[in-house]
């Protein structure tokens, strides 16, 4: 078991798209960190997002850059974050009625 001290501690950042054109995890993180940026952008990593709204699971040091970013994405998406927990349970709970995303192969 990985001690929490070492690996970091982490947050998720559940997030909305008011324009719903983001298709794929993929177009997502594009729309948040451009090619340009991906040097210096925050670690990320999309738990669930299924065009509309989603959760990313960051490190606790890189929550604020992040939120920052995805606030302030342009080309033409709306993102906004709407909530930060320290559990993934809660956000589901809260936002995806406890649902968890099919596994993909």
Do not use: H, W
Not at 27 to 44: N, T, Y
Not at 54 to 75: F, Q, S
């Amino acid at each position: 078991m990985t001690v929490k001290s070492k690996r970091g501690r982490r947050r998720y950042i559940y997030i909305e798209s008011a324009s719903g054109d983001l298709t794929s995890r993929e177009d997502f993180i594009r729309s948040v960190v451009s090619p340009a940026e991906a040097g210096k952008a925050p670690s990320l990593k999309v738990i669930q997002f299924d065009g509309v709204k989603g959760i990313v699971r960051c490190y606790l040091k890189d929550v604020e850059p992040l939120m920052d970013l995805i606030n302030g994405a342009g080309g033409g998406t709306l993102l906004r974050t709407v909530r930060t927990s320290g559990t993934l349970k809660t956000l589901r709970e809260r936002y995806f009625n406890g649902e968890k995303p099919p596994r993909s192969r």
